[in-house]
């Protein structure tokens, strides 16, 4: 009589997991969606970068053979994984940004209600926000076959985890930064602070043998930004290659910043009240 | 104990390729000690006094056979037993028995020879000799002179037209296509082109010429029949500006559809349409491209990259450069070696 019952709860809980885990994929596709400007604006901003930016570029810094290219390339191949990484960046603070927001507003406490641990909650939010940047990377490479930019056909298909392995890695990022904001208009530090230098310290721009030649100290830090690993990790990726030394530090920096955000995760902070629950007198 | 076994084997294991690359100098072309078939592609280095051996099979550097002082126009005898380097340092034309990568003859080329034609006969060599304002015909059987004509100050580019009847020199600092018949080593036409003219190829059936100015930035194709000049392509890079837009080699697909022009320290190759003459598209390559071959099939087209030391693989049918392969110090000419014939070498070895 009681294997059935086992049984049951087990199911229970797995599909419990499961419905939590699409509830809160459906809200981000669902936000996703009703925001189209959000979605233009996540592809206007490197559409630009490669169209304007990189046609400059293109006779002037002469990109030379290295992996995972076996020729020549123009800047706008080199810039391309870069990019799709700024892609999945923005997001990612987009993502830890609305995580402000819903703390100040009070929904945080609803999703917090449910019964899966937290620690799979915020995963669950990490992974979703990460799913919903894939079409905006593959919409982003489709238009990029237009300037030139044509990795092999099985590299549309190896970027996919990879960039969602990136994202989950930098929402991380972004959840551990979002713990230490009290306040919505913070926000605009972190884009300066965290995005910015992220973005233009990493080989997303130039490969990492011309920052050593512009000096070893912005070399050095482009070797620390996880963010160069990242795009290393996409641009091996989108040439069908395994990046593995990239993959490793991706993997790493990942466990090392969802294990701090979730232990640092404190849903009272930035509430109306002083951050923390008012003792009854 | 086990150590030191393990450390023996591994230096071993980085001795072997140097240990492969002696035994294989030793024996010639490793590329003939090999049994396994693939056409293999020979690279004068300028700079390294050396042909590096490329399989193109695999895309990989598979020998290097030194050679005479800087080596540029290298060309195959047509039944590939013999290789024919313009060792221009060495003032001579050298000949490589193709079988065993030995030199086995220097033929008296006159001064600093730069490119070359082989006439269809398989036995005169028509040399431009930059230096001396001339082109030398070598008799390769005789290994001597045939006759030397006066053309343009610094000769350079050498065709010689399928019928064997025409042989064309460009001038670079004349400006000048030398007609000159083969028969009675006459110079019987002179066509003035734009500035320092450095190639020049026959199509297929040798009713066109197709010639490049370096400096002048154009490529004109000729009517051979009354030597007029049919048309003149000027090429155009979006980023790159004009004066790097240097045309240098040129090479005609045997199916007639393509012409490749290499643009210097443009870093470009373009891609003409044979029959219309519109520019398709413009390949990027390594730094200061200058000459090119296609495979036996026609469906590659290596190009080589002086200043970047490499040799870039263009993928004819699709027209996108599949890899850029490191070779030695300034490449400058390349000469093929198909499958067969090097199958046909080895039955005979």
Same mark, same amino acid.
């Not at chain 1, 996919?160 to 926000?187: C, D």
């Not at chain 2, 080329?109 to 082109?135: C, K, M, T, Y």
């Given at each position: 009589m009681n294997a059935p019952i086992k049984i049951r709860k087990h199911q229970g809980g797995i599909s419990r997991y499961w419905r939590t885990f699409v509830g809160i994929s459906q809200r981000e596709l669902l936000r996703f969606v009703q925001q189209r400007t959000r979605f233009l604006s996540a592809l206007i901003r490197p559409l630009l970068w490669l169209v304007v930016f990189a046609a400059g570029f293109r006779a002037v810094l002469g990109v030379s053979i290295m992996p995972p290219y076996g020729t020549y390339i123009t800047y706008q191949v080199y810039i391309a994984p870069g990019l799709v990484a700024m892609i999945l960046l923005f997001n990612a603070m987009q993502s830890a940004l609305s995580m402000v927001y819903d703390r100040e507003m009070g929904s945080m406490k609803v999703l917090l209600t449910s019964p899966p641990p937290r620690s799979f909650l915020l995963i669950s939010?990490?992974?979703?926000?990460?799913?919903?940047?894939?079409?905006?990377?593959?919409?982003?490479?489709?238009?990029?076959?237009?300037?030139?930019?044509?990795?092999?056909?099985?590299?549309?298909?190896?970027?996919?985890?990879?960039?969602?392995?990136?994202?989950?890695?930098?929402?991380?990022?972004?959840?551990?930064?979002?713990?230490?904001?009290?306040?919505?208009?913070?926000?605009?530090?972190?884009?300066?602070?965290?995005?910015?230098?992220?973005?233009?310290?990493?080989?997303?721009?130039?490969?990492?043998?011309?920052?050593?030649?512009?000096?070893?100290?912005?070399?050095?830090?482009?070797q620390l930004n996880p963010f160069t690993y990242g795009v290393e990790l996409i641009r091996f990726s989108l040439y069908g290659e395994l990046d593995s030394h990239s993959l490793m530090v991706v993997s790493g920096i990942t466990l090392a910043f969802l294990t701090l955000a979730i232990i640092s995760f404190d849903p009272q902070r930035g509430m109306k009240s002083s951050g923390k629950p008012v003792p009854k007198a | 104990m086990k150590m030191l076994t393990t450390n023996k084997m591994l230096k071993q294991l980085r001795n072997l390729p140097a240990k492969a690359g002696l035994s294989a100098l030793m024996l010639g072309s490793l590329a003939l000690a090999n049994p396994a078939a693939a056409d293999m592609a020979y690279i004068s280095n300028e700079k390294d006094n050396s042909l590096s051996v490329i399989n193109l099979d695999t895309l990989e550097v598979v020998n290097t056979i030194d050679v005479g002082q800087r080596p540029r126009g290298i060309v195959f005898s047509k039944d590939y037993t013999k290789l024919y380097i313009c060792a221009s340092d060495d003032d001579t034309v050298q000949?490589? !028995? #193709?079988?065993?990568?030995?030199? /086995? %003859?220097?033929?008296?080329? $006159?001064?600093? +020879? =730069?490119?070359? @034609?082989? &006439? *269809?006969?398989?036995?005169?060599?028509?040399?431009?000799?930059?230096?001396?304002?001339?082109?030398?015909?070598? !008799? #390769?059987?005789?290994?001597?002179? /045939? %006759?030397?004509?006066?053309? $343009?100050?610094? +000769? =350079?580019?050498? @065709?010689? &037209? *399928?019928?064997?009847?025409?042989?064309?020199?460009?001038?670079?600092?004349?400006?000048?296509?030398?007609?000159? !018949? #083969?028969?009675?080593?006459?110079?019987?036409?002179?066509?003035?082109?734009?500035?320092?003219p450095r190639h020049v190829e026959f199509n297929k059936d040798g009713s066109l010429l197709w010639a490049s100015s370096e400096i002048g930035g154009s490529v004109v194709v000729i009517n051979t029949e009354n030597r007029e000049i049919l048309k003149k392509l000027r090429f155009e890079i979006s980023g790159i500006h004009p004066d790097r837009i240097q045309p240098v080699g040129v090479k005609l697909s045997a199916d007639g559809r393509y012409a490749f022009v290499a643009l210097g320290p443009a870093n470009h190759v373009a891609v003409v349409d044979a029959k219309s003459y519109e520019v398709i598209d413009y390949l990027l390559v390594g730094r200061r491209v200058w000459h090119m071959e296609f495979s036996p099939d026609q469906k590659r087209l290596l190009t080589t990259n002086g200043i970047s030391g490499d040799v870039s693989v263009i993928d004819v049918d699709k027209l996108k450069v599949i890899k850029s392969i490191k070779v030695g110090r300034y490449p400058w000419g390349v000469a093929i070696l198909p499958t067969e014939a090097m199958n046909q070498l080895q039955a005979e070895r």
């Open positions: 939010k990490l992974v979703a926000n990460a799913l919903v940047s894939l079409p905006q990377v593959m919409v982003f490479l489709l238009i990029a076959l237009l300037v030139d930019v044509d990795p092999p056909l099985i590299g549309y298909l190896a970027v996919l985890p990879a960039a969602l392995l990136v994202s989950v890695m930098l929402g991380a990022i972004g959840l551990f930064i979002s713990t230490f904001i009290r306040q919505l208009e913070n926000f605009a530090g972190v884009m300066n602070f965290v995005i910015f230098p992220m973005f233009f310290l990493s080989s997303a721009l130039y490969p990492l043998w011309k920052m050593q030649e512009a000096g070893i100290l912005l070399h050095t830090v482009c | 000949i490589m !028995d #193709t079988r065993t990568g030995q030199i /086995i %003859a220097n033929l008296p080329s $006159g001064d600093d +020879p =730069e490119q070359f @034609a082989l &006439s *269809p006969n398989n036995r005169h060599l028509f040399i431009a000799n930059e230096d001396d304002a001339l082109v030398t015909i070598v !008799d #390769t059987e005789k290994r001597d002179v /045939i %006759a030397q004509i006066d053309v $343009g100050v610094e +000769p =350079e580019g050498m @065709a010689v &037209s *399928p019928n064997g009847k025409i042989a064309v020199n460009t001038s670079e600092t004349t400006s000048m296509l030398h007609w000159i !018949d #083969t028969e009675t080593h006459e110079l019987y036409d002179n066509t003035l082109v734009d500035q320092r």
